[in-house]
T-cell receptor, first 114, second 114 residues
Framework: DQQVKQNSPSLSVQEGRISILNCDYT??????FLWYKKYPAEGPTFLIS?????DKNEDGRFTVFLNKSAKHLSLHIVPSQPGDSAVYFC?????????????FGKGTLLTVNP | DTGVSQDPRHKITKRGQNVTFRCDPI?????LYWYRQTLGQGPEFLTY????????KSRLLSDRFSAERPKGSFSTLEIQRTEQGDSAMYLC????????????FGPGTRLTVT
């Protein structure tokens, strides 16, 4: 059972435009959400996170939006740059859990074309 | 570089052989995680240490897998009698107890079982 779903395996955008990556979750116990970026042959790199008490968190070009009623979150990258081309993973955690393990989606490959 | 390191980066082994991987977390991080990532999937949780205590193991971790974290510093993951299905990227991550959600990943060990 896939508790975190990224339904778009890939996304292609033009440099300078907005990239929107989507993520849905089914486990209502999840209350902390993270986005990671992964380049080939490297481990995932933490990008941005959001707690369920918020509906938006912004860090530079990256903004994460959370819609708890829809169990949906999205990552917006504005403006997109060719260096943003990577696989993006959505992850979720239960803050009241004892280990804070992350549950990941399958990832979305973002390609930003010059 | 004070990030998470893993050794080796690549391992090719024959079915039935034993392999051992090492992870060195960020020095002040007391929580350490192992994940496994197969092609087209996101990382999946395997096991978790708080200091030297192994507090949770996923059902993905069969009896052939064992992990240790002596003295609460580096960790090792051993796979005995490897099978072709063990071929994957093994990722280690660490985090601070007081700031648990954001886990920092190493570059991973790519295991190929022939």
């Amino acid at each position: 059972d896939q508790q975190v779903k990224q339904n778009s395996p890939s996304l292609s955008v033009q440099e300078g435009r907005i990239s929107i990556l989507n993520c849905d979750y089914t486990n209502s116990m999840f209350d902390y959400f993270l986005w990671y970026k992964k380049y080939p042959a490297e481990g995932p790199t933490f990008l941005i996170s959001i707690s369920s008490i918020k509906d938006k968190n912004e860090d530079g070009r990256f903004t994460v939006f959370l819609n708890k009623s829809a169990k949906h979150l999205s990552l917006h990258i504005v403006p997109s740059q060719p260096g943003d081309s990577a696989v993006y993973f959505c992850a979720a955690s239960v803050s009241g859990g004892s280990n804070y393990k992350l549950t990941f989606g399958k990832g979305t490959l973002l390609t930003v074309n010059p | 570089d004070t990030g998470v390191s893993q050794d080796p980066r690549h391992k090719i082994t024959k079915r039935g052989q034993n392999v051992t991987f090492r992870c060195d977390p960020i020095s002040e991080h007391n929580r350490l995680y192992w994940y496994r990532q197969t092609l087209g999937q996101g990382p999946e949780f395997l096991t978790y240490f708080q200091n030297e205590a192994q507090l949770e193991k996923s059902r993905l971790l069969s009896d052939r897998f064992s992990a240790e974290r002596p003295k609460g510093s580096f960790s090792t993951l051993e796979i005995q009698r490897t099978e072709q299905g063990d071929s994957a990227m093994y990722l280690c991550a660490s985090s601070l107890m007081d700031y648990n959600y954001e886990q920092y990943f190493g570059p991973g060990t790519r295991l190929t079982v022939t």
